[in-house]
């Protein structure tokens, strides 16, 4: 009776301290698993190109565009346009702050270095606050006539293409790496731009609320119409997927017609050729 006695009281205590419900321990895996878990997180993150915005985004507006299939040095040509497009707006806007004696770089003083840089008015974006998801897609195997199961190529990339392109009020791009990514242009420039126009080395500049989500929507527009335009390239040498010459073709014609738009295409392509060999000597 004595033992039957404690097994209860045990069983009580144990009941008392999870509100009712029966405790299972949690079963750790063993070393070799948690070995073979961290080696396939490195293999996916080689993979992925080492962009300063994620990949992701600049996969979504691709899939946008109508585009299918995405290289590489892609991503890279990106990142560049990024970084040249935004070094020119900065410059122009950190020109206009100091003629206007002010430390806060304005929405109206923005918006018109974007103007006097690329010949586009932006204008601050109606958003709905939703984030841009995507459904779990499966591939479907389709019964062939020999009742062999055969899965369609592309009908993934189809469904992402039909789902991205309804959607119309919502920023890929992330806010906290485009924010830290414009922070940086601005500090790598706060002290050529303070020494020409004989202002102290120490000043630096802040930005008004609301100038981040102009510059993002305004670049996000921008992606999108160059890879539209670049589509229209590979649809014309029969080709589905997307590759960074495309995109500077389309960069070089904008430049020779006189258009406002007007970016090193040719350092550009020398410098993702070195990102890339970089890349692949780390994997």
């Known amino acids: ?81 990024v970084r040249v497009l935004f070094t020119q707006i900065i410059r122009k806007a950190l020109a206009l702050t100091i003629n206007a004696k002010n430390k806060i770089i304005q929405q109206e003083v923005f918006c018109n270095a974007i103007y006097n840089e690329t010949g586009r008015y932006p204008v601050a974006p109606v958003l709905s606050g939703k984030k841009a998801k995507l459904p779990n897609f499966k591939k479907k195997s389709v019964k062939s006539k ?75 527009q921008l992606l999108l119409d160059i890879t539209q335009s670049a589509q229209k390239l590979s649809k014309h040498c029969k080709r589905s997927t997307l590759y960074y010459t495309d995109i500077a073709l389309v960069l070089q014609i904008a430049r020779d017609q006189g258009g406002d738009l007007r970016l090193p295409v040719e350092d550009m392509i020398e410098r993702i050729k070195m990102q890339h060999e970089l890349s692949i000597s780390r994997k």
């Open 146 to 220: 020999d009742n062999k199961s055969v899965v369609t190529v592309g009908r993934i990339a189809l469904q992402e293409i039909a789902t991205f392109q309804k959607q119309s009020d919502i920023l890929y791009v992330a806010k906290t790496p485009f924010e830290n990514k414009i922070k940086k242009i601005t500090a790598s420039l706060t002290k050529e731009i303070n020494a020409l126009y004989g202002v102290p080395s120490d000043r630096t500049y802040m930005y008004q609320s609301g100038v981040y989500l102009i510059a993002q929507s305004f670049f996000e």
């Open 1 to 81: 009776m004595s033992t039957k006695a404690t097994s209860r009281s045990r069983k009580t205590k144990k009941n008392n301290r999870s509100g009712g419900k029966e405790v299972k321990q949690e079963v750790q895996p063993p070393i070799e698993q948690k070995e073979q878990n961290v080696s396939k997180i490195n293999k996916r993150a080689k993979k992925e190109p080492n962009v300063s915005i994620a990949s992701n985004a600049y996969h979504r507006i691709a899939r946008k565009a109508g585009i299918q299939l995405i290289s590489t040095k892609t991503y890279y040509m990106y990142d560049e346009i």
